[in-house]
């Protein structure tokens, strides 16, 4: 593993740097890391650490990690090559808080002990029974059991599950279901603000296991590997920290995206230190469907049902791909346009993967698992297209999100599709429309999911095909 690069440190970076512990730039309105995120740059001044910040009393983090070493463990010839294979990584890029470090409100304390014993109690009960691993055999108890002995001894893990219990008990609130089931909260309970429990929980846990990783090894690797998949779910439904108008403009999924990616690098850091046990296991089943086939998943011809969304001859596409300056020589510029093709196709191809499955009458849990392996394995260059708002680049998001609303009976993913699809509708350009009826269709009836996109453009064929 390589070391971590030494750099000095940045006194007047932004809020964001200073978070994820990494150099800022400081270039202004937006650093670099900041403008490649594509998210709002802050300056402010510090008079303390960022993570002297407001948290329930009783779980906050310390300023500054302790230097990087094991707990002590029972004598064993083994323990010295145990202690050995700890190592120190950097967090990834993109592995950041998801929401404003000072958040409003805190947590109640005279509820507090209530509302954990709750979470815990609901996670066991209902949340964990709700992931795709409680319909695999060899994983239906890595959370509801496993999970939650493990949680004790690492407090990352057990905020991951207070802060994942709390998004399902608010997913529900916003969809009103508990108006027609008024018995699934108790009373001293049903005026708490669990968006907000959420958001508090989630910062704590990322800041802890930021930490975490400055001695990965075998006496976390479980923990890690567990707390990462529980932040996989969570990235994909992360809340909007103001209420949305209907004719706000819509912005591409970006945080999800580079977040996703981050925790998958996290998960893979923590994969050489794993035991066997119940995360092994779960790597295992994870084969069903198998994921770790990037030939499969990205074959070319996974493209076939999509081809017109690869050929169609944007006229405004070459205007687009120019740099700022207009400077860059003609081979850059092929350069570029291969870059961007290949990015297009091998995003394509692995929805494709997704649809193949979907038409082939896989389970849905796979085609969940499925789903949520997006973000994580989508080449970064194709994150990069749809920050710049491509057209290509939205209509392929669209695709995804046909598979979203598939299998949107999965609670982190109810409401997702039509978020994206009719915000993408909006911000796509008149000559882009025509691509955007397949996807379009699916809101209406998910079982279009099967059927065959070219039919929707033939059957309202525009003049440019």
């Known amino acids: 593993m390589p070391p971590r690069l030494a750099h000095r440190k940045s006194r007047t970076g932004c809020r964001r740097?200073?978070?994820?512990?990494?150099?800022?730039?400081?270039?202004?309105?937006?650093c670099a890391a900041c403008a490649r995120h594509g998210v709002e740059c802050e300056y402010l001044e510090y008079s303390s650490s960022p993570k002297s910040a407001s948290v329930p009393r009783g779980r906050r983090t310390t300023a500054k990690s302790p230097p990087a070493r094991c707990p002590p463990e029972p004598a064993s010839s083994s323990s010295a090559s145990v202690s050995a294979r700890d190592v120190s990584i950097s967090p990834p890029s993109g592995f950041d808080l998801p929401y404003a470090r000072n958040l409003p409100g805190q947590m109640p304390d005279a509820l507090r002990s209530q509302i954990e014993l709750y979470l815990l109690h609901r996670f066991k009960s209902t949340v964990s029974q709700s992931f795709p691993s409680s319909q695999t055999r060899h994983m239906k108890d890595v959370f509801a059991v496993?999970?939650?002995?493990?949680?004790?001894?690492?407090?990352?893990?057990?905020?991951?599950?207070?802060?994942?219990?709390?998004?399902?008990?608010?997913?529900?609130?916003?969809?009103?279901?508990?108006?027609?089931?008024?018995a699934q909260l108790p009373k001293a309970l049903q005026y708490v603000d669990f968006a907000q429990i959420h958001r508090t929980y989630i910062n704590m846990a990322i800041a802890q296991e930021?930490?975490?990783?400055?001695?990965?090894?075998?006496?976390?690797?479980?923990a890690v590997g567990l707390t990462s998949i529980l932040f996989s779910i969570m990235s994909i439904c992360l809340l909007?920290?103001?209420?949305?108008?209907?004719?706000a403009e819509w912005f591409p999924p970006i945080q999800w995206m580079t977040l996703s990616s981050a925790i998958q690098t996290v998960f893979q850091e923590a994969v050489p230190y794993l035991d066997e046990g119940a995360v092994m296991n779960y790597m295992r089943a994870n084969r069903e469907p198998n994921l770790y086939d990037t030939d499969a998943?990205?074959?070319?011809?996974?493209?076939?049902?999509?081809?017109?969304?690869?050929?169609?001859e944007d006229p405004q596409s070459?205007?687009?791909?120019?740099?700022?300056?207009?400077?860059?020589?003609?081979?850059?510029?092929?350069?570029?346009?291969?870059?961007?093709?290949?990015?297009?196709?091998?995003?394509?191809?692995?929805?494709?993967s997704i649809f193949n499955a979907v038409r082939a009458g896989e389970p849905s849990h796979y085609v969940c698992m499925r789903v949520m392996a997006f973000g994580p394995l989508v080449p970064r260059s194709y994150t990069a297209l749809l920050a710049q708002k491509r057209p290509r680049a939205m209509v392929i998001m669209a695709y995804l999100m046909v598979f979203v609303k598939y299998v949107d009976s999965y609670w982190w993913f109810r409401g997702r599709a039509e978020k994206e699809i009719l915000g993408i509708r909006s911000a796509l350009p008149d000559r882009w429309q025509w691509a955007l009826r397949w996807p379009l269709a699916v809101?209406?009836?998910?079982?279009?999911?099967?059927?065959d996109p070219a039919t929707y453009y033939r059957e309202h064929q525009p003049e440019f095909l």
């Open 318 to 352: 070459h205007i687009q791909s120019e740099t700022p300056s207009r400077a860059a020589d003609q081979g850059d510029t092929k350069k570029a346009a291969k870059e961007e093709s290949e990015a297009y196709q091998s995003t394509l191809a692995m929805i494709g």
């Open 297 to 312: 998943l990205f074959d070319p011809n996974n493209t076939v049902p999509f081809h017109s969304i690869l050929e169609f």
């Open 146 to 182: 496993h999970a939650t002995e493990v949680a004790f001894d690492h407090p990352y893990l057990l905020n991951a599950i207070f802060a994942v219990t709390a998004l399902y008990l608010c997913m529900g609130q916003l969809q009103n279901l508990h108006q027609t089931h008024p």
């Open 210 to 222: 930021r930490d975490e990783l400055s001695s990965l090894g075998p006496h976390n690797a479980d």
């Open 240 to 247: 909007s920290d103001a209420p949305t108008a209907p004719d």
């Open 17 to 30: 740097c200073k978070e994820r512990k990494v150099k800022c730039t400081e270039e202004r309105p937006n």
């Open 443 to 451: 809101l209406a009836n998910p079982e279009y999911a099967k059927s």
